[in-house]
């Protein structure tokens, strides 16, 4: 009840945002995407792709904005920013002649009314996996938030290999009149591999699902598919997304996996990757979903051969209640809490080493890493802030990994 008071707050700040600058979203081709995972990437992509089309184009990611080549950033651990904000960058694009635009759409955002008055020509679903519970409550909830982007759009493009897609086609859009198409991998989707033929140099499976979104939306626009195939091939992730921080004698890696489901795509390939042992650094938000802690344990546990469990924004919630979750789904791992000593670490054990100072936390995998290793660090990716319980304070993810590898290296 008191959060339903709270949008209709929202909603009033959305109309007089729009007021104030003039309903910007007029005359301009506007893509939205919301997902649980893949947002930020796919947002990216398409952009990118707009942009080796020739074609003036912005974007509105939780990595920041890109109007005009102009770069802003965003607040701490916003993916999309207030009503004010969008309506002022909208007008800013306006201005310099921006034709496309493509906005990054969360859960909250959507059921906040945010991006009210935002006319959407295309609605773009990555995936529904269980996230933000502690906010919609359940499954169905979190979908019908989601679900709110199609509503609004003209051409509505769902992932059909994901489970959200008959909850959403049967229920949330049956009453949809305007234009609905499919991706995915298999061949009774509208668009997949087989009918567009792709290459990609991003890793993993999540991602081919990530540029068939994409495809589709291009598709929409008429961009050529020579263009398309083009953009692919040379598009790079952007931060804090399969981000490679080095890449000698062993690979670090940071990425912004921080649910069950980005875990269950990431840590399969990157095992693919480890040569030796694959070492994994996370932890788990306070304030949000804690039933996903122990599953993100189990997932973590499949494929790492060494976990280094910290610190990933616990606020007000004690840490080792925190980690004691996770630790709840992670078995057959040796746990060790004090790692002032020396250790020997044998071939045959798993570990987990919990380290609650997410900067020690890095060193620490980075210094354990030989030879044939992959070092992933999961949960912040590209944020610049981190929340120990006393406000947010400055954070770096790759700087700090990129600081662990040159002292390691000077050693």
């Known amino acids: 009840m008191w959060q339903k008071t709270k949008n209709i707050y929202h909603l009033q700040q959305a109309i007089i945002a729009n007021i104030i600058y003039g309903f910007p979203s007029r005359g301009i081709k506007i893509i939205g995407v919301t997902g649980t995972d893949g947002k930020t990437t796919t947002v990216n992509l398409i952009y990118h792709l707009l942009h080796e089309a020739g074609i003036k184009a912005a974007v509105i990611s939780s990595v920041g904005a890109v109007i005009d080549g102009k770069k802003f950033d965003l607040a701490f651990h916003v993916t999309t920013p207030g009503s004010f904000v969008i309506q002022s960058y909208i007008r800013k694009a306006k201005k310099a002649g921006v ?68 909850l959403l086609k ?66 790079k992730p952007p931060a804090g997304r399969q981000d490679v921080i080095y890449n000698n004698d062993f690979m670090v890696i940071n990425d912004f996996a921080h649910t069950p489901n980005s875990f269950s795509v990431i840590l399969p390939e990157l095992r693919k990757l480890a040569i030796h042992r694959l070492i994994h650094v996370f932890g788990s938000a306070a304030k949000r979903d804690k039933y996903k802690r122990p599953e993100m344990g189990g997932i973590s546990a499949k494929y790492s051969d060494i976990i280094v469990l910290t610190s990933e924004d616990q606020r007000d919630e004690p840490i080792e209640s925190i980690n004691k979750d996770i630790l709840v789904g992670i078995k057959g791992f040796e746990v060790i809490k004090d790692v002032s000593e020396g250790l020997a670490i044998q071939k045959i054990k798993k570990y987990v080493f919990v380290i609650p100072d997410r900067k020690e936390a890095i060193q620490f995998a980075i210094n354990l890493a030989q030879k044939g290793d992959v070092v992933l660090l999961t949960g912040k990716g590209h944020e610049k802030s981190i929340n120990y319980g006393k406000g947010e304070e400055p954070w770096n993810e790759s700087q700090f990994a990129k600081e662990a590898i040159a002292f390691r290296i000077a050693k």
């Open 170 to 235: 049967k229920h949330e859009l049956r009453h949809f009149h305007n234009k609905l198409l499919t991706y995915g991998l298999k061949k009774d989707s509208d668009i997949n591999p087989h009918v567009f033929p792709f290459q990609t140099k991003l890793l993993g499976q999540f991602n081919k699902y990530n540029c068939l979104a994409a495809i589709a939306v291009l598709q929409q626009f008429h961009i050529p598919d020579i263009s398309i195939r083009k953009g692919l091939l040379s598009f």
């Open 99 to 166: 034709k496309y635009i493509v906005l990054e759409m969360t859960s909250h955002a959507l059921d906040q009314y945010r991006a009210h008055g935002v006319h959407i020509d295309v609605g773009v679903v990555t995936n529904i996996s269980r996230e933000h519970l502690d906010y919609h409550k359940t499954y169905k909830n979190y979908v019908k938030a989601k679900a709110k982007l199609l509503k609004k759009a003209r051409i509505a493009i769902l992932n059909k290999d994901d489970k959200s897609y008959l």
